[in-house]
């Protein structure tokens, strides 16, 4: 059974969800985990400028997805940063490519799933991941999310991401801070509940 974890991510916010999302995932039995990132469309100056040059270097190993990668899947695990309320453009290009799956129906029937991260609080993390799942739907995919049985995204002891939607995290305006150790076990349990419906839906 094969989970893949495609993912974009600037400076490292994402890349830590995906990691945890993968460990969560190779929990489960038959469960075999890859992942991998979507191509960058920035140019290497702007990168530079910004900072997310180097910050990328902890990820640079994570090969570069093609469309045809999804193909052999059983399910689909995609993450994203919000951009203005709804994925990143380096994300919307990457599936736009998809065209010749869709057209094959070479999705229909996987299961897909979707986490995030923004800058704030109220950033877009649910709008993101409910769009997203527009484009999950047109290729015919049983979309999972996060359920209210992982309790962490009900917390009141501390600011922190989760929606039933999917995990997400919140990066502060400047990027500083990284996913908490709350939001690390949701993208974990995340994970892993979209490789145990795969496992069931494989006849596993």
Not at 151 to 177: K, N
Request: charged share 20%; with cysteine; hydrophobic share 40%.
């Amino acid at each position: 059974m094969k989970i893949k974890v495609v993912f974009y991510s600037m400076f490292g916010h994402i890349y830590n969800l995906a990691e945890a999302v993968a460990e969560g995932a190779r929990e489960v039995e038959g469960a075999e985990v890859e992942l991998l990132q979507v191509p960058e469309l920035v140019p290497d100056d702007v990168l530079e400028k910004s900072g997310s040059k180097k910050a990328r270097e902890v990820f640079a190993h994570i090969p570069t997805a093609k469309p045809s990668d999804l193909e052999d899947a059983d399910a689909i695990i995609f993450g994203t940063p919000t951009r203005f309320g709804n994925m990143c453009a380096q994300m919307r290009n990457f599936l736009d490519q998809t065209g010749g799956l869709w057209a094959q129906g070479a999705l229909i029937g996987k299961v897909g799933s979707v986490f995030t991260s923004t800058g704030t609080q109220h950033g877009g993390q649910e709008t993101t991941l409910t769009s997203f799942h527009i484009t999950l739907l047109h290729h015919g995919m049983v979309i999972v999310g996060l359920p209210y049985s992982e309790a962490r995204q009900m917390t009141l002891e501390e600011i922190s991401g989760g929606s039933p939607y999917g995990a997400t995290t919140i990066a502060g305006t400047d990027g500083s801070r990284m996913p908490s150790e709350n939001e690390l076990a949701m993208a974990r349990f995340q994970g892993r509940h979209v490789a145990d419906i795969a496992a069931r839906l494989a006849g596993k």
